[in-house]
């Protein structure tokens, strides 16, 4: 399974990131992007009936959005020169 997703911001400039995910054994697979070189290994949660060795799709949901707020912050931190 492939996704792309495409984001355009104000200024009309698109960008373009390719992701795929590959389910492996059971309930546990991995993530690859063409621009990385390293590939994430993920399973669903022990509270679903999988393992918990490997990330969850929830664990990462909540990342993305500390990264996001990190992000954020240290751009504003950034242009008020803090």
């Known amino acids: 399974m ?3 997703h495409s ?3 104000r200024s ?3 960008f ?3 992701v795929e995910l590959n389910w492996w054994v059971k309930k546990r697979g991995f993530l690859s992007a063409s621009s990385v070189n390293n590939t994430l290994h993920v399973a669903t949660p022990q509270e679903f009936g999988g393992e918990d ?3 969850s799709p929830e664990q990462l949901f909540f990342v993305f959005y500390q990264q996001l707020f ?3 912050l240290s ?3 950034e242009k008020i020169e803090f």
Do not use: A
């Open 70 to 72: 990190y992000e954020h």
């Open 16 to 18: 373009v990131f390719e």
């Open 75 to 77: 751009f504003l931190c």
């Open 53 to 55: 060795r490997e990330w």
């Open 12 to 14: 009309k400039k698109q």
């Open 7 to 9: 984001i355009q911001d």
């Open 2 to 4: 492939q996704n792309v």
